[in-house]
């Protein structure tokens, strides 16, 4: 299979069937050539990521928009045309009228042909004049996410978040710091530069989960604003610490390190397939106060009340903090998906504030931007919880350090 066939067959298995495009490039990338790797990822994941832009090229060239697969085909081929470089026009049309009288015959193959020798013929199309209209095409965001970011924001704060979301993230690291030092990593490996945090690292290479660093338990990967997290929630050597959304385990393994793996972290997670991760990251990087168990977070059958110094609540969510990094979220999100994370989001708020001891912790994050699943939510426990106070609150915004988006709320349980 040629690349721009195996592109088009890995868009229609994401954009349609909704399969994860991580996990079908990791399965199916190993069947295309060595030499057209490259090319896949870069159609795929730029497709993805300009997905309304790309569209906006071709739509106003057909009075009904054409079959789903039609669709993708052309979003791709305006996506190699425009902006993507050194690809000869010729080539791409013709592949695509191929693909087109492959998978849906002539008269697609007709249409493809017609659409796309107008969109080529006219350049690209001039942006709208609305300013947020334009800045909704031009960073592919949908119009009802700008339109909240604006009014939860402001204006320049939503310009900034979507254009931010538009650059490439670096491959961020957190060293183990148990196993070795963030000086030894850097002297021994000159792919790797100095993070911003006292245990993150950047990775130029291609893949930080196939160096031996990593497997060898001498780091995790991990963007900086979500390292962020253990920090805020400050664990101590010894302390009892109950995260009741652990799986991977990202935070649970990064608090490990910071106790110096003294006291003990019950992991929790409803999806036992995700629990086992768990456990495979303390393996992996030698921690011992993991202590991963399959547990809905709404209920917490089996803990004792009161008994925990530290909860960490890292709730699922929205995830609008991390569309750089997450093309399928961006191209699949729609609005009524916060509809049902909101009341399970304030289900495990409310379940997990009664594991905490008096004067213990009590910590709330999530990776998006969205006042709703944030401020609000925090807002409101507070209000029907007398015994807890806000000591503080942090939104990370992806534009500050090109980190993902993030917010956490610490709030502590009075003694
Ligand atoms: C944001 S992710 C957690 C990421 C994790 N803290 C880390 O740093 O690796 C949210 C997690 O909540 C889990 N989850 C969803 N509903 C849950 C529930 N009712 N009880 C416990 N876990 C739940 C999901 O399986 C998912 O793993």
């Not at 990521?49 to 305006?78: F, G, H």
């Not at 492959?102 to 709208?128: D, F, I, Y």
């Not at 119009?143 to 491959?171: F, H, P, V």
């Amino acid at each position: 299979m040629n690349a721009r066939m195996f592109a088009y067959t890995a868009l229609c298995q994401i954009c349609i069937h909704k399969t994860y495009s991580n996990l079908y490039l990791r399965k199916e990338l190993d069947k295309a050539e060595h030499k057209d790797k490259g090319l896949i990822t870069t159609i795929v994941y730029g497709t993805l990521q300009n997905y309304r832009l790309c569209r906006y090229q071709w739509e106003d060239m057909v009075q009904k928009l054409p079959k789903e697969e039609t669709a993708v085909l052309l979003d791709m081929s305006a996506y190699q045309l425009f902006y993507m470089d050194k690809l000869p026009a010729y080539a791409i049309i013709n592949e695509a009228v191929e693909i087109a009288k492959k998978h849906g015959g002539k008269k697609q193959g007709a249409l493809v042909n017609a659409v796309l020798h107008k969109v080529m013929q006219r350049g690209q199309r001039e942006l709208p004049k609305d300013v947020l209209q334009k800045l909704a095409i031009k960073t592919s965001h949908p119009d009802w996410l700008i339109k909240m970011w604006k009014a939860q924001y402001g204006e320049e704060t939503c310009r900034a978040i979507c254009e931010s979301n538009m650059e490439t993230r670096k491959q961020c690291a957190r060293v183990n710091l148990m196993r070795m030092s963030r000086e030894e990593l850097l002297a021994q490996d000159n792919q790797f530069t100095v993070g911003q945090l006292a245990s993150s690292v950047y990775y130029q290479g291609t893949s930080l989960a196939h160096t031996s660093w990593y497997e060898d338990g001498m780091l995790s990967i991990q963007d900086e604003a979500s390292q962020l997290v253990a920090y805020f929630v400050d664990p101590q050597p010894k302390e009892r610490i109950l995260d009741v959304c652990a799986a991977p385990g990202t935070k649970s393994t990064h608090m490990a390190e910071l106790m110096q793996d003294e006291g003990e972290i019950i992991c929790g997670d409803i999806h036992e397939h995700r629990v086992e991760l768990i456990q495979q990251g303390a393996d992996r990087l030698q921690l011992h106060s993991i202590h991963p168990v399959v547990m809905d977070a709404t209920k917490l059958q089996g803990l004792q009340e009161a008994s925990f110094d530290r909860v960490l609540c890292d709730v699922p969510c929205s995830g609008y903090g991390v569309l750089a990094r997450k093309s399928d979220i961006k191209y699949h999100m729609q609005s009524e998906d916060m509809d049902t994370l909101i009341p399970l989001q304030a289900a495990i708020l409310e379940k997990a504030s009664t594991m905490v001891k008096q004067g213990g912790i009590l910590v709330y994050s999530t990776c998006t931007l969205n006042k709703k699943e944030n401020e609000k939510q925090v807002e409101k426990f507070l209000k029907k919880h007398e015994e807890f106070t806000l000591v503080s609150q942090r939104t990370i915004f992806p534009f500050e350090f090109g980190s993902d988006g993030f917010y956490m709320a610490k709030m502590e349980k009075k003694a």
